[in-house]
Structure formats: structure tokens, C-alpha cells
């Protein structure tokens, strides 16, 4: 390869087999690619550039190393070209390049409309299942602010006694989680309703009530990396400290919980003791706190006497 394709402006003419006139195959693009995402301070660029190049290349990534050597076709390169170029200068996150993100082992269709599942957000469909294995008899479970529907279709797969309700402010959110479901075949097991919080589902109980809601807080949102901008802002911020969502969720949620109901909440870095003392402020008791697989403080639960 010759140094030129080496700076941002030469991308675009990436797309050409080096001047050299070596082939870019898929060993050359992959370093090539992986050393600009590394410059443009992308996180973790050697993964970014195996998923991208799978994609463009429609393989699965275990895939690239089988055909290490193999040529990479223009149609190919200039697929993954635009791809390369959206990530590094518009950081558009992978899994809204590739429209899809593993969440629970399943894949779930990721828009701009949503929040791209997290890691961490497994950690409360965990906890949740753990808790209703021992509950044989309690299955209404409402999820407040569904998004793609992630935590509701994940619940729903490992656990059919469930009847499930899941609600979200956003009807694109809910276009996104409807055809989840339907894709993920548990659509006719989940109700998704549109509406603020718990309004969709006024004067109605449930056993659980579940939310990962938006907790991030305005005031640092310059301190946030660029690829946040891609997702929409009602999913990421909880007002200016971040507990605007949570807080009306511990305030409004224990009216719809059945006796002997629990609450299962994510919750952001430095809010798990907040979050207890709302709970406890609004009479729920026996407040746990679950921790993620980094060992930060991830998931609160309380319970109605
Ligand atoms: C952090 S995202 C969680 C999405 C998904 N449950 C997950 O865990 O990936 C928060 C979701 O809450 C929704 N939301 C924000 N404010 C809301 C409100 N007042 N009422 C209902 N949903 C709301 C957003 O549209 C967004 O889909």
C-alpha cells in the first residue's frame, strides 16, 4: 500500500487498489483501516473494522480470517469505503451502521430512533428473571420506556407465562420494537403502548415493573463521546442531573405495583444511593442493589409491602 491512503483526505481514493498497484485484500484493508480509526480516536478500531468489512462484505466476521488473502472487489471496497467514512467523520455508532446489535443473545433491528441496547441493560433482565423464577404466581410485568424493545422481547422469550406491557413517549421507538417482536416472534405476547411513563396503563397492576430510563445528565452532556449524538436525546437524558425520569418513576410507579409487586430499576454511575432513598422515601422496602459485570452498582430493586 502506498503512504498516500494513509490520510483522511486520500479515503475516498481507498477505494483503488493501491498505487503500487497491490490488491487491497481483505488482510491489507483491515490494517489499513483499523490504523485511520485508530488516528480518528475511535475506541476499539480493529473491532469497528471487522464488523464494518463483514458487513460490506456480507460474512460473519470469523468469516474474514478464513479469506485473509482474498481480494476485495470495488463493489465491495466502495460499500465499505462509505461505511468507513460515516463511522470515522460522522462517528455513527456500528450498530447503527449495520442497523442491528446483539442484546441477550438475540438480534435486535437498530435505528436512529432508539437506544442501542447495552451490555450493562442485561444485567436487569437477569436479575428480573432470577427473582420471578422464585415468583411462580406473579406475571404481569409492565416495562416503562421501551425503546427497541430489548428488556420486554428478552423477558418474553425466556419466560411465555409472562403477560407483558411495555410503553414508550416515542412512536418511532415503538415501530422499532413492534417489528422486534414480530421478527423475534413474540409479538402477540407483548402489549406496547404509547405515552408518558405510566399514563398508557392507568389504573392497572402489575407484579413487576421494569425501566432502563433515560439517566444520563444534561449538564455533562459536552463531556459525552460524539457517538452519543446518533441517538435520540429522549432516550439518553434525564434533565439537567440525570434522575428527571428516574425520580417520577419512583414517585409514580408504587400505585401501579400489586401488593407484594417489585421495582426493578437501571440506574446511571453515582445514583444507586439516590435511587434507594427514593424508594425507601415512597415506602417501598427491602432495596437491593445489582451490581454489572464491571462491578458498578447497575440495578436497583424495591419492593411493596
Ligand atoms: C434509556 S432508553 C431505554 C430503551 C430500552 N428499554 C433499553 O434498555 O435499551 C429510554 C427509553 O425511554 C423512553 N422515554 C423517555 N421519556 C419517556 C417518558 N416520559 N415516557 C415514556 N417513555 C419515555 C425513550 O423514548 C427511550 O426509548
Known sequence: MTSDLRSDESLVAASGAGTSGEAWTVMALLRWTTDYFAKQGIDSPRLDAECLLAFALDCDRVALYVEY???????????????????????????????????????????????????????????????????????????????????????ARECPRLEITATDISDAALCVAKRNAARLEVADRIDFRRGDLLAPVAGEHFDWIVSNPPYLARDEAETLPPELASEPDGALFGGAD???????????APAALAAGGRILLEVGLGQADAVCGGFRGVGLSNCEVVSDLSHCPRVIVASRA
Open 242 to 252: 440525570g434522575l428527571e425520569i428516574t425520580r417520577r418513576i419512583w414517585q409514580e
Open 69 to 155: 488473502e482474498k481480494p476485495v472487489v470495488e463493489a465491495e471496497r466502495s460499500r465499505f469505503r462509505e461505511l468507513v467514512q460515516r463511522r470515522a467523520r460522522e462517528r455513527v455508532p456500528v450498530a447503527q451502521l449495520l442497523g442491528r446489535r446483539e442484546f441477550w443473545s438475540l438480534s435486535f433491528e437498530v435505528t436512529s430512533d432508539v437506544l442501542t441496547p447495552r451490555p450493562e441493560t442485561e444485567t436487569l433482565v437477569a436479575a428480573l428473571l432470577e427473582r420471578i423464577a422464585s415468583s411462580p404466581e406473579s406475571t404481569r410485568v409492565l416495562e416503562l420506556g421501551t425503546g427497541s424493545g430489548c428488556i420486554a422481547i428478552a423477558l
